[in-house]
Each structure stands twice: as structure tokens, then as C-alpha cells.
């Protein structure tokens, strides 16, 4: 059984920065495609960011390319989502998830495990 545990989540001001951490326990990170989504209020579920198990160019929501970026720590066996110049709509609830996809696949539906969430607010 995959268990992943996000954390990092917080308060912030339009422009700042914050890192969000997913702790996968259960598999190793090569076994494994960590994507990231989050749910603004009021909102649905969005893709983030996701990152394939045998590594290659990560998949980003155009929304956030080019501030934020995901990577992962194989020895911790965590996978960390960078934001960087935040925006008030990037307020929402964070959640990272898995598969055994190869690829960083942005369907929500693909994905197999998810984490409780953490709740990151950005104010203007």
C-alpha cells in the first residue's frame, strides 16, 4: 500500500515563495509517478505538476510553468513542488498523488494514491 503525506503548506504574499514536500512511503520514487493537483475554493481539481517514474522532462499546467517546479529526493523518497512569485489564484488545497504510469500523466483519473492535502494561501 502507497501512502503519501503532504506538508509545507502555509501562508504567503503574492510573490513569495513556498515548498510543499510529498513523503511517499510504501514504494521506492523509480516505482512510482508523483503528480501534483490542487483545488482552489470553490473549484474542482486541477493538474499541477507531475513527474515519471523513470524521470524525463516533468509535465507542468501552463498555468505555472515557468514559477514553480517539481523534483524529487530518491534517498528521502520525497517529492518536493517549488512555487516560486505565488499569485493569490494559486490559493487551494495541494494534494500530490501516485501511479504506476510511466508517464507524468495530468489525468486525475490515473492516479491510484492520493495524500490528505495541505492547504497553501496566498494573499495579495
Known amino acids: 500500500q502507497v501512502q503519501l503525506v503532504e506538508s509545507g503548506g502555509g501562508l504567503a504574499q503574492a510573490g513569495d515563495s513556498l515548498r510543499v514536500s510529498c513523503a511517499v512511503s510504501?514504494?521506492?520514487?523509480?516505482?512510482?509517478?508523483v503528480g501534483w493537483f490542487r483545488q482552489p475554493p470553490k473549484k474542482e481539481r486541477e493538474f499541477v505538476a507531475a513527474?515519471?517514474?523513470?524521470?524525463?522532462?516533468?509535465n507542468y499546467a501552463d498555468s505555472v510553468k515557468g514559477r514553480f517546479s517539481i523534483s524529487r529526493d530518491s534517498a528521502k523518497n520525497v517529492v518536493y513542488l517549488q512555487m516560486n512569485a505565488l499569485k493569490p489564484e494559486d490559493t487551494a488545497v495541494y494534494y500530490c498523488?501516485?501511479?504506476?504510469?510511466?508517464?507524468?500523466?495530468?489525468?486525475?483519473?490515473?492516479?491510484?494514491?492520493w495524500g490528505q492535502g495541505t492547504q497553501v494561501t496566498v494573499s495579495s
Open positions: 498523488a501516485a501511479t504506476s504510469w510511466t508517464r507524468a500523466t495530468p489525468d486525475a483519473l490515473s492516479y491510484d494514491y
Open positions: 510504501g514504494r521506492t520514487l523509480d516505482s512510482v509517478t
Open positions: 513527474t515519471g517514474k523513470t524521470g524525463g522532462r516533468p
